[in-house]
């Protein structure tokens, strides 16, 4: 990692700061559950709107039609084209609210 500062004393890094945003997303044929990591100061909106294939996921459960949870990964990458849906949620089960 490279740190350079300028003149003023405002470094710079190799290093993007991203916050994580509990979310539900629907695609074609699964509801999941995960975080989607948005960088600092971008709304989530933006982190959407992205050109990539694929949208980055990490703590994924995909969740069954009782909303009982059918596969976890660590991570998941799901093709933005098939996504229906996606909403910021709060985490029940730490009783936190976005």
């Keep these: ?18 916050l994580p945003v509990s979310c539900l997303i629907q695609t074609t044929t699964h509801l999941l559950r995960g975080l989607v990591h948005v960088r600092q100061g971008e709304r989530f909106k933006n982190e959407l709107e992205s ?8 703590n994924a459960s ?14 998941m990458a ?10 910021p949620a709060g985490d029940e089960r730490e009783g936190s609210k976005e």
């Design 62 to 75: 995909i969740l069954g039609a009782d909303d009982t949870v059918l596969y976890t990964a660590p991570f």
């Design 51 to 58: 050109d990539e294939a694929f949208l980055a996921v990490t």
């Design 78 to 87: 799901v093709r933005r084209s098939l996504i229906v849906w996606v909403m």
């Design 1 to 18: 990692m490279t740190i350079e500062y300028d003149e003023k004393g405002k470094f710079y890094t190799d290093v993007v700061t991203k």
